[in-house]
């Protein structure tokens, strides 16, 4: 009999009785509802958060049946059953006005007034909240636990629209008021979404709210561990490695390549994005599959709106108070790319409290620029791959940055119609500056490891672009020609820090024509090993 993956199945009633795949973190769950009575999560999109709301629905429905065998049944001593108000804010996606939220916000609630009751002197989402809690604990005689699902999903969609984001606001405002009003009558609060935003314009006097998203105690709940894959899908990998025609341990690799390497903490283990990998197990494929519906508009707006710097994204040092903060506060989209799970923790310095922030994986690599090059470039991401990717990387493969450059320049010839280029041309800040990051979205896509802008002391160098046998030194010009920026790389020794890698050292000298707009010579030479 096949493994039965539960993708796209997030009730954990559903999992258990029909034998899908469980990675079993009942002992995280168990953790958590003791660690504190008002709890915040937040998780970027299909990494499980929902799941984990529905076992947390179980556990206090005291449905004990279901957790037999599993790691809380050697924790949890007393089973209880207490009323459970579970909210799933996804479903009020969409809403375009305060009036259009509050009303989907009583239809979400109406089944549980119809459990619990209703009084007809409840108006707003808020007083009817309060009062289903209030009801519940009087109908059972037991606190109820309120689990609160994609508390944010209402908001997301209007981040960019300043007066309508306000006004929606306020109208979560006044629903997550009655919370800390109903202290008595709450056995445990959980409310999980992507952002992150204050205690004072979303949760009000919740003051007591523990948002425990960067703990180290609960950096593996939601996602998918090392140990995890080896112990519960080892058999998966094997057969996976049959379809590839390669040892389960390079089908190994090549999933942790994929889709491994996000943190959530500073002692976080490395987490695989769950819903990328079961797709892939299921389908024995590997893809893109957390890309599938596209990166979302919100996060593409807000990086235009803070005119992001998408070049250096592979390489930034922030401390938690750069990235772990309100959504509303935001004053760069760094906090919306960590939070949305674009940007993840790799290393942090304990001495001076700074975090190291990258692109998580492969996937997100490849997917993030597809969904980027037509904002910055006005290219398609689809048209560069099929039009010359596949070409320029053989030619890179094959050590031949002469033909790779050729490739080039005839797919960049070839499109100076394209409105959208010339526009994106015409309105950046500098030639080079378009340049240097259509080059760098386009390696990215091609999965190479690319830094711009390299500070070495004698200044920066524009790009460095790193393959496995090959560490190539780019500088670009286009008031200048290829030969120039060629004898820049020498003059200023851009190529000396690289001399040791024990990797060959090519320099790149490239002169881009604003009225060709492509490139238009270059100069290659190979650095002394």
Known sequence: MSRKYPIGIQTFERIIRNSYLYIDKTDLVWKLQQYSTFVFLSRPRRFGKSLLSSTLHSYFDGDRELFEGLKIMQLEQEWHQYPVIHIDLSVAKGQQSADELRHALSYIIEPYEQMFGANASEQTPGQKLSGLIRRAYQHTGQ?????????????????????MLDDMRRVMQEFYQPLKACEPYIKFCFITGITKFSQLSIFSTLNNLTNVTMLPAFSAICGITEQELTE??????????????????????????????????EKSPEVYNPFS???????????????????????????????????G???????????????????????????????????????????????????????????????YT?????????????????????????????????????????????????????????YEYTLYLIFSMLNVYVRTQVKVSTGRIDMVVYIPDTIYVFELK????????????????????????????????????????TLDEWEIANAPQ
Not at 422 to 433: S, V, W
């Open 232 to 265: 519960c899908m080892g058999e998966d990998i094997r057969l996976m490695a049959e379809e590839y025609e390669c040892t389960p341990e390079e089908m190994h690799a090549k999933l942790k390549l994929r889709y491994d390497g996000y943190h959530f903490s």
């Open 478 to 517: 286009v008031h200048g020609a290829a030969r120039q920026a060629l004898e820049q790389i020498d003059s200023r020794g851009y190529a000396i820090p690289y001399q040791a890698d024990g990797r060959r050292v090519v320099k790149v000298g490239i002169h881009f024509s604003i009225e060709k707009r």
């Open 277 to 311: 990998l079961l797709n892939a197990l299921r389908d024995k494929k590997l893809d893109n599959y957390w890309f599938s519906t596209g990166t979302p508009t919100f996060l593409i707006r807000q990086m235009q709106h803070f005119r992001t710097d998408i070049t």
């Open 378 to 434: 006005g290219l398609g991401g689809g048209d560069v791959q099929a039009g010359f990717a596949l070409k320029f990387w053989r030619a890179l493969k094959k050590n031949d940055i002469n033909l790779a450059m050729h490739e080039m320049q005839a797919y960049l010839a070839s499109i100076p119609y394209v409105e959208g280029f010339k526009k994106k041309l015409e309105d950046a800040a500098t030639a080079e500056g378009f």
């Open 143 to 163: 606190q109820a636990a309120v689990i609160i699902d994609e508390y944010d999903a209402p908001l997301l969609e209007v981040l960019h629209k300043s007066e």
């Open 313 to 375: 994204m592979d390489d930034i040092e922030a401390p938690a108070t750069s990235f772990d903060v309100p959504t509303e506060a935001m004053t760069t989209a760094l906090p919306l790319l960590y939070q949305s799970g674009y940007l993840t923790i790799k290393g942090y310095d304990r001495d001076a409290q700074m975090y190291a922030l990258s692109i998580p994986n492969q996937e997100v690599r490849i997917g993030f620029v597809q969904g980027l090059l037509p904002t």
